[in-house]
């Protein structure tokens, strides 16, 4: 009888099924005073993106993002076209784009 030999394997479950988008980013223009931030949440919410978004002393808005690629692309719209309703959106900077394993946040917060 032959004997097979089996690759040595990981179990499934630790195995990541998707690998997640990350990036930072900034937001300049009109953005604070504006409920910039809470809608923000509003939409990472809706697209089960991870992160947090504050207020920078330089008056621009900043964060980190975390989601599935489909949710990135779409809230990276939302930052560079959409706004809340009264921001107008200068420019947006997006540094440190990656795929990751695994979250760094539980939810998406705003500081």
Not at 69 to 85: A, Q
Request: proline letters at 5%; glycine letters at 6%; hydrophobic letters at 35%.
């Amino acid at each position: 009888m032959d004997t097979i030999s089996v690759p040595q394997t990981k179990p499934l479950d630790t195995i990541p099924l998707q690998r997640i988008a990350s990036l930072r980013f900034e937001v300049s223009g009109r953005v604070q005073g504006v409920h910039f931030r809470r809608y923000m949440k509003f939409h990472a919410m809706k697209l089960d993106i991870r992160g947090y978004v504050s207020h920078s002393p330089t008056g621009s808005v900043v964060g980190v993002i975390q989601g599935s690629l489909e949710s990135i692309i779409m809230m990276k719209r939302w930052l560079t076209e959409i706004g809340s309703p009264d921001s107008h959106i200068e420019r947006v900077k997006f540094e440190e784009e990656e795929m990751i394993d695994e979250y760094s946040f539980d939810e998406f917060t705003v500081r």
